[in-house]
């Protein structure tokens, strides 16, 4: 019990100072003491995964056996209100060799990287620099598709023709590509575009592209450093970066896989890897946490612009389209989320009412099952609110005053028996070592008589 660790420690010589922290202590509301002790001031993420310990170790007994039996290879993160409840990095670096994956590893978005140039737009338009209902045409010189507005290009309503085909089909094999160059090629091709912009919703990943290309030619700023420089540094996304041309890969990037039997083959980089805003971002789940904080906050974009990202476009007739700008939107489960696949690595970014709960899944062995496993990790991130009471009973109980913890089992009557009494139990353990940190401090004089008296013993009563 946490009154044995405290008489135990009495050995200190009296201190009239120590003496009246010892009776304010004493005199504290119930969830003062938490603050005196440091669950407010750096402690707070310890106790957290305490609190939690028990729906992570479910998560993680999941992502092993994926790992075992379907090959998943990746990273995975959990949060709730803003909070990494669950994080890990499970498999190796190279599928070839023994190394395993770390947290600093970084992956290919892939169509994850949508958000980024979506949320790039959206920052021209709140300094003034762009109107979302203006032409594409009227940024981007010799532009053959005169009648496509910004808007249309974010909610995937333009018509544009697949950019891929034409590089696929009309460059040489090796040929090396950016946005200039491809933006060239569609201009001298002047592919017919697949309907009347704004009439109907069809992905595209060419209008991605074209979104960047503007961003640069606005910003005057290569697109990887317009994003560096007002997304990823202020946020202190340290390792998150757009993909550059005739640069080595960095220390940390992973490459892509293939099955082939048995084995596992690399993917080589395609014709279309120089292009960039439908993809080409690296970055780390905890990162991308980062960004997900980061729409919580409006730390980038102000909450009238953000409230943009997450509104259903519309088509020209006013029918409305899963789509804002730069997520798939799904609001009967009150979910904004991207998928993301390239060249072997396949991803999902979610978030769970305004952010409630984030789900963040990165692999690179063309692991194909990611939303199956966002849905149940999802279910199983739900048990996390089962144990939201016993972080607000660690934060309003003076634990002073308690004699045995599992004697206020009747307040998680919800939770199995057994599970409750181990969080209790993990509760109190980490009360007795923290009490033994602070009175190693000498932040306690407990030879202070109080601590022997009949006042201290009915207090405890």
């Not at 333009?158 to 089909?169: D, H, I, V």
């Not at 060419?206 to 990887?224: E, P, R």
Request: hydrophobic share 35%; glycine share 6%; net charge positive.
């Amino acid at each position: 019990m946490v009154t044995i660790v405290l008489l135990a420690a009495a050995n200190i010589n009296s201190n009239p100072q120590k003496n009246e922290n010892a009776n304010t202590l004493l005199s504290l509301k119930s969830a003062d003491i938490n603050s005196q002790f440091g669950i407010q001031a750096g402690l707070s993420d310890v106790i957290l995964k305490e609190v939690y310990k028990y729906p992570s170790e479910k998560i993680h007994n999941y992502i092993k056996k994926l790992n075992k039996s379907n090959g998943f290879n990746g990273s995975v993160l959990v949060a709730k209100k803003g909070k990494i409840l669950f994080e890990e990095h499970i498999g190796k670096k190279d599928l070839r060799h023994k190394d395993p994956i770390e947290n600093t590893n970084t992956y290919q978005l892939a169509s994850l990287s949508k958000q980024f140039t979506a949320a790039a737009i959206l920052l021209l338009y709140q300094d003034g620099k762009i109107n979302l209902d203006s032409y594409a045409s009227n940024y981007l010189k010799g532009f053959p598709y005169k009648k496509i507005t910004i808007r249309q290009l974010l909610n995937h309503t333009s018509g544009l023709p697949n950019y891929m085909w034409a590089t696929e089909n009309k460059l040489k094999i090796g040929q090396q590509t950016d946005n200039e160059s491809v933006l060239k090629l569609m201009n001298h091709l002047k592919i017919q575009a697949y309907f009347k912009p704004g009439s109907k919703f069809d992905y595209s990943n060419t209008g991605y592209f074209i979104l960047a290309t503007i961003v640069s030619q606005i910003s005057n700023q290569n697109f990887g450093d317009f994003l560096d420089t007002h997304f990823f540094r202020p946020l202190k996304m340290n390792h998150t970066y757009a993909h550059r041309q005739n640069e080595e890969p960095k220390k940390d990037e992973l490459v892509g896989f293939r099955h082939r039997g048995r084995r596992y083959q690399t993917i080589p980089f395609t014709i279309n890897d120089g292009v960039l805003g439908d993809k080409g971002i690296y970055s780390t789940v905890n990162d991308l946490f980062k960004w997900s904080e980061s729409l919580t906050n409006n730390d980038i974009l102000n909450d009238t612009i953000q409230a943009l990202a997450f509104e259903p476009g519309k088509t020209i007739r006013g029918k409305s389209i899963p789509y804002g700008f730069g997520y798939r939107l799904n609001q009967k489960e009150d979910l904004i989320y991207h998928n993301g696949v390239w060249n072997g690595f396949s991803n999902t970014f979610r978030r769970y009412d305004n952010g409630d709960i984030t789900i963040i899944i990165l692999s690179n062995d063309s692991f194909n099952s990611i939303t199956p496993v966002a849905e149940n990790l999802y279910k199983l991130a739900n048990a996390f609110s089962k144990y939201d009471k016993f972080v607000s009973f660690v934060a309003n109980t003076n634990i002073f005053a308690l004699k045995n913890l599992e004697n206020h089992l009747s307040n998680f009557s919800d939770i199995p028996k057994p599970e409750a009494i181990e969080t209790l139990n993990r509760i109190e353990d980490f009360y007795r070592s923290h009490f033994t940190l602070f009175m190693t401090l000498n932040f306690l004089d407990l030879s202070n008589p109080f601590f022997l008296s009949q006042q201290f013993n009915s207090y405890l009563n």
